[in-house]
């Protein structure tokens, strides 16, 4: 190859790469550029055409390599080293306190605490792996323990370097921080996208993952995404001692680090550091959502370690809800998967902490009347981190006469039958087991996350197939073919395969899994796994009695109730029956039954997402002893909201104290990301 090659090729190619890679480097880390864009132009061109005569000389670091490449197939899914874990929510300076009351707890007060406070963006976190310096793979987070393999798309943002700037790189460095669109960029997309005939995107945090997310790179590489970095998977691989030494390396090695991080002595310096955020954040021209605190020592990180899905030595403080003023266009009456009737208010378009909002919920006729809201008024929405958007009030003051009483329907929107509202429920609901609405949404909570979770079938998939004849219910899930789903828009034959492939499989799935699937009202996770455990089949359940479910520690009334007329209802039984036919084959899982057994349980305070005689029910079935004293033999203190004196003792004895997101994640399958009963 070498005959081929003029004398100074090979020299004069890595020559530019250095040259180039340095002026990116200037331009979009340091924001301090050297030289004039013509000049980097004709640098850059210069390397394109030997590149192109020479393309054996072609490098992964090459400043070419960003400008997107042939387009995949699809992402392949790529596990993560270490896990890469969410952040536990703070929004008050009470709760940041409490965030450090725990850690002293933790370290028995031996420890002086130093703080990193760092602006937490609004964008999509992914990881960067670095081997001898050179950019080998970068992933989305994903659930944490898996992503997507999006190097080529990472590759085109060019505040990412390529080639670490360093003599001597780490032999592995795996680093995470945050891809975002800046809202100039957003709104020039937008408009673009406008001027095309194209949907907007809704906010800077969409069109962020929508670009990384595309199989075409030169997609990725013609949108204006940036990069921040906030960390490294492990700081073992670093030089460093702490968090704020990490950040200082990290820019050395040519990454892109947020300006506005700072060293903190103590939490007061937090606190003062956050309300200087939530002053500045307007000025930005990124989005944040409010700022994550970290124990800046990674000795006393590891530790304090981490629970199930948070580390105990960061938590991400929000930003307050932001207000908006907006008018009350109309209001929209949806009907959900139990036929609950849930007005949706339409809104003129406004944007609303970083994100679009033209919808709003309303809860139920009560909130309506309590807010004292009519069509046309001026109203107050606001909407905190990743809440739904809401109407806080009317803006009396400002009506003209002209506003309008809101008239609940009497009838079903969806399918005309007259509503049912009963005594002690503040919701009417539609009785009709034939309503197409709730017909829909019990197929979208039957494929999505809170129910089996098949692969290739969202809510848009199941709507697409209902408005095309296809889909009525849950088993016609069962007869759809690949060659029916190639029909339609948006599938391609490799997709619709994917699709049947996991249809098909969820026929044989876990026994507790289903019946949650099926969202019997007040049947959640929790309950699903009490019957199972106790039932064992499918079919023991279908011919139990009141008497049966009562006799469940953990089932109450209202849940066996609802589980007798459910199972009870022609309807039902002949869907069950079809589902059956088509090979229906549900397991019990042994392995979770016997999960705990060895444990010993306390229970104090109030537990959210369920009753204590729930969850004391639930760790019982998977083996646990459950008792009433803290003592040297309890293994777990499941403590809840104002949890008193047990809670106090078992910090003394040194005992496992658990929180209730740990707790969920001992009690759940895997894969199960509520514990919603069903309303």
Request: aromatic share 6%; net charge negative; proline share 5%.
């Amino acid at each position: 190859m070498s005959a081929t090659i003029p004398d100074g090729a090979k020299q004069r190619l890595a020559q530019l790469r250095h040259q180039l890679n340095h002026h990116a480097y200037r331009y979009y880390v340091l924001d301090d550029p050297e030289i004039a864009d013509s000049e980097y132009d004709t640098l850059f061109h210069e390397l394109l055409r030997l590149e192109d005569q020479f393309p054996d000389l072609v490098t992964s670091d090459s400043p070419s390599q960003r400008v997107g490449g042939t387009p995949l197939a699809q992402f392949e899914q790529i596990p993560h080293r270490l896990p890469m874990l969410s952040l536990e929510n703070a929004f008050s300076v009470d709760e940041a306190v409490a965030f450090e009351a725990r850690i002293v707890r933790y370290l028995r007060g031996a420890e002086r605490l130093t703080y990193v406070a760092e602006p937490k963006l609004d964008g999509l976190a992914v990881e960067l792996v670095y081997r001898d310096g050179l950019l080998t793979v970068g992933s989305t987070r994903g659930d944490g323990e898996v992503g997507e393999e999006i190097t080529a798309n990472l590759k085109t943002i060019s505040s990412i370097p390529l080639r670490l700037h360093s003599q001597q790189p780490p032999p592995l460095l795996e680093v995470r921080g945050e891809v975002f669109l800046p809202i100039p960029g957003f709104e020039s997309l937008n408009a673009q996208r406008l001027a095309n005939g194209e949907p907007p995107f809704a906010n800077p945090r969409n069109a962020a993952a929508g670009s990384v997310r595309q199989l075409d790179p030169r997609v990725a590489a013609a949108r204006p995404l940036d990069f921040f970095c906030y960390g490294v998977a492990d700081p073992s691989q670093t030089p460093c001692q702490g968090q704020a030494d990490l950040l200082t390396y990290l820019q050395y090695l040519g990454f892109k680090v947020n300006p506005h991080r700072k060293a903190c002595a103590n939490i007061e310096e937090v606190a003062d550091h956050f309300t200087a955020l939530d002053s500045l954040r307007s000025t930005l021209d990124y989005d944040i959502d409010g700022m994550v605190i970290k124990v800046d020592s990674f000795a006393l990180q590891e530790r304090l370690g981490n629970k199930a899905r948070t580390p105990r030595w960061a938590i991400a403080w929000k930003f307050s809800a932001t207000q908006v003023a907006t008018r009350l266009r109309d209001i929209e009456f949806a009907v959900g998967r139990t036929g609950a009737i849930t007005p949706v208010a339409l809104l003129d378009p406004v944007r609303v902490g970083g994100v679009l909002v033209s919808r709003a919920t309303l809860h139920n006729e009560g909130e309506i009347e309590r807010k004292g809201l009519r069509l046309g008024d001026m109203v107050l929405v606001q909407r905190a981190g990743d809440v739904i958007p809401e109407v806080v009030r009317a803006i009396a003051e400002q009506r003209t006469g002209n506003e309008r009483p809101i008239t609940m329907p009497s009838h079903c929107p969806s399918c005309g039958h007259e509503l049912l509202k009963l005594s002690g429920e503040a919701v009417a609901r539609c009785p009709s087991p034939l309503c197409p609405a709730q017909l829909v949404r019990a197929v979208v909570h039957y494929v999505g996350k809170a129910g089996l979770d098949i692969d290739g079938l969202g809510e848009k998939a199941v709507e697409q197939l209902y408005d095309h004849g296809l889909l009525r219910d849950i088993p016609d899930l069962y007869a759809l073919t690949s060659a029916e789903l190639v029909k339609l828009e948006g599938w391609a034959e490799k997709s619709a395969e994917n699709a049947i492939a996991a249809i098909n499989s969820s026929l044989h799935s876990d026994l507790a899994r289903f019946l949650a699937a099926l969202g019997i009202r007040f049947v959640g996770e929790v309950t699903a796994q009490l019957l199972a455990t106790r039932f064992g089949s499918l079919e023991a359940i279908r011919s139990a009695s009141l008497e049966d479910l009562l006799d469940i520690e953990g089932v109450g009334e209202q849940s066996a109730t609802s589980v007798v007329r459910y199972f009870s209802a022609p309807e039902v039984k002949a869907m069950l029956d079809r589902l059956l036919a088509y090979g229906l084959s549900l397991r019990v899982d042994e392995q979770a039954q016997a999960a705990l057994t060895g444990t010993v349980f306390v229970f104090t305070g109030t537990l959210a997402s369920f009753s204590r005689d729930e969850a004391k029910a639930r760790v019982k079935a998977m083996g646990a002893q459950v008792v009433s004293t803290v003592g040297k033999k309890v293994t777990h203190v499941v403590c809840g909201e104002a949890s008193g004196s047990k809670r106090k003792k078992a910090e003394e004895l040194g005992l496992r104290i658990v929180g209730e997101d740990e707790f969920m994640s001992m009690i759940l399958p895997s894969g199960h990301p509520t514990l919603s009963e069903g309303s």
